[in-house]
């Protein structure tokens, strides 16, 4: 019997703290939440106080009825979840389902997994905070019914599979506007002025108009103004000017930052972040703050005197400017910043180096800098040129991090020669090159954190999931166009002479950036027709304010749920009962023959264009648009060409060659059963047979047999994952430590051998005859397989202990089978958190 038992939510969090626990502690892990609401029913009783219907999951019943005898043979139960609203949650969860008596509970918390930090928390533990229950418990209710309520409407009257999310429609809906802007932009055009001086010594002097010029006359007119001219300097003034350091991360500067300077994606980001604060490296990441600790601020200042010396230290205190922030919370920071660098593998090592320099800049001196302004002037026009650039005098923070920007268009000033007024400089070029106005720049990932934060939408727990989920659900997804060529017009001023020159460049490329899909833009256009209070961006901010005011006890987390299911609710069956269906259908014209309408809309695969209504005598006829093509912009020609498909190109060994739109865009396809897809540059409209040709070869020639091992050829290829190997029917990934387009025989063999290996590695237990067995699956898991079905089991379950009537009763409940009416399974009623 344990005197004490301490729950965590993550076993890697479990393991660490064990270390710091004397043999009177066990440490056990939930493993995340215990109880949530059902799955396939509201579990919300809107008539009752708004009563969640709490259930434990049927991979997660053996997990608490074990915690619940580890806690029975106990002394007292130390609840360790996390310190923010669902880590609050997962205590008050883990007191109800496992029935802990109020006097055997204490409740702690740390912002950071260390010896001193959890010594710390056994020595002041408190009670549950039941208005952060209550705060979680409101978000989660308020964010089900919204979804709960919604999605049937959208599989009716949108799209089968359509679902709406609170805080995931407003962030499709920015993306959806933003995207709107750029289609909607007038483009304008202007001739930017750059010259390149020199000094009698040599020295180069970069300069430019503050203004453009309006037109290629203009430009003209003014480079010839400058034939001959005599520049001189007309001003030079310089100042002292600083730079200060950027605040310590929050989460979502985390998330912005590592994109721009590591590359990461939110949700990368947040995991290697994760596994960081559960190695006990650094402070727990989900937080608003910016505040520091006096014992970080202490560890920072002894690491900046001890490695740059006195003068480069400088303790601040910061203030978040981020709505419900608690600044009894840290920001992210090393827990020991005398460890520079730290981490399991090289992206846990880059992030942890970029969170330590930016706490260590935090608390470091201003950058003293000289910035310099410089005003040209000739001898034969009013117009002057201006050059700046700026000398760092004593480094201060730079000496360890500058943060980096979302602007594209930002020039970094450079450094100036020595310079006087009245100097004379002499002209070596004057360019006019034609610049164009851009539109707004598409989201990244980063950027559209950063729109949902200065909103006031979302908080840091919610970001990463929130941007998840709607690429999942294929309401944008990250552009893969490299943009368009433009031509655009050049003049240069050299050795007297003017020169025009054409020049092209890319535009428009979305390459990575957010843009939203046909499905996105038609379920947004949807919600914000009919449920446009829901997507208003005050709204939603304002709904995070009384979650916050729940959070510090300020109001009842019922009240605000009435005072919004009275206004929605009834919006809910309006638009149910009276909403048109043809949502999103665009009519582009008559078909030339027929005089029938062609109309594009969203189908059940996707993008379709459609000639004829359904209720018309003859069936309407179908064509599925091109990737390349978008519900919102596509022309009547573009449509009715799509009809004109499969196209048959000519012949290849007896079969005839078609092009032809799948489901998964367009292909080629020449015998049942080959199929090549077009690569993006291919125009299946366009496309010839020599083309069509060069394309079947290069599909025959990578499904050659490039050698054979144990009597089995072996072929070669590339798909989603990387590149890859073919042998006996098993797929083999080839990494990076081989050269894929040189494999040796040796190599096949190799990646062969150690692939038949993994797979015996990976079986705990075969019922071969039952054609059942168990494997090992990712991050200590398992699956139980049969076929193409495949059942995953937690980390909490032994496999060896898992019967085969056991096993053959998990497969059962997961192959797909005919809708009956099932009984509903008696549930527990949790209740508002009480306060007593």
Known sequence: MSKNLVIVESPAKAKTIEKFLGKDFKVASSYGHIADLPSKELGVDVDSDFAPKYVVSSDKKKLVSELKKQAKNSDLIWLASDEDREGEAIAWHLAEQLDLKKEKIKRIVFNAITKSAV???????????????NAQQARRVLDRIVGYEISPILWRKVKGGASAGRVQSVAVRLIVEREDEIINFKSEDSFRIDAEFTTDSGAVVKAKLPSNLNSLKEAQDFLDQNIDAIFKVAELNKKPAKKSPAPPFTTSTLQQEASRKLFFNVSRTMQLAQRLYEAGLITYMRTDSVNLSNEAKKGAEQEIKNAYGDKFHKSRNYKGKSKGAQEAHEAIRPTDFSKHSAGNDRDQIRLYELIWKRAIASQMSDAQLERTTVAIEADKHDKRFTASGEIVKF????????????????EQEGLLPALEEQQELFNQAITATQRFTRPPYRYTEASLVKKLEELGIGRPSTYAPTITTIQNRKYIEKGQSEGEERGYTQLTLSNGKVKEKQLTEKTGSNKNKLVPTDVGRVVNSFLVEHFGEILDYNFTAKVEESFDNIAEGKEEWTDMMDHFYKSFHPKVKDVAENAEREVGERELGKHPESGKPVIVRLGRFGPMAQIGHADDEEKPQFASLLPSQSLNTIELEEAL???????????????????????????????????????????PMTITEDRAMELIKAKEKADAPIYEYDGQPVTKGVGRFGPFIKWA????????????????????????????????????VDWEEEGIRIEKARWGRHNIVKGKTKVEIGKEVDPLKVSLEKAKELLEKKAPKKKTAAKRKSTTKLKTAKKS
């Open 119 to 133: 010594q710390h928390a056994i020595e002041n533990p408190r009670g549950i905070d039941y208005d952060l229950v």
């Open 395 to 410: 480094e201060g923070f730079l000496k360890v991090y500058l943060e980096s920007t979302d602007d594209e268009d930002l």
């Open 641 to 683: 060409d799509l009809f004109k498909l499969p196209r048959t190109l000519g012949e290849y060994k007896g079969y005839p060659i078609e092009v032809n739109q799948g489901r998964y865009g367009p292909y080629v396809k020449f015998n049942e059963k080959t199929f090549v897809s077009l690569e993006k540059t291919d125009d």
């Open 729 to 764: 029917g098993m797929f083999i990934s080839v990494n990076k430590k081989y050269d894929f387009d040189n494999l040796s025989n040796a190599d096949i063999e190799m990646l062969i051998k150690d692939k038949i290996q993994k797979e015996k590695d990976k079986l705990i």
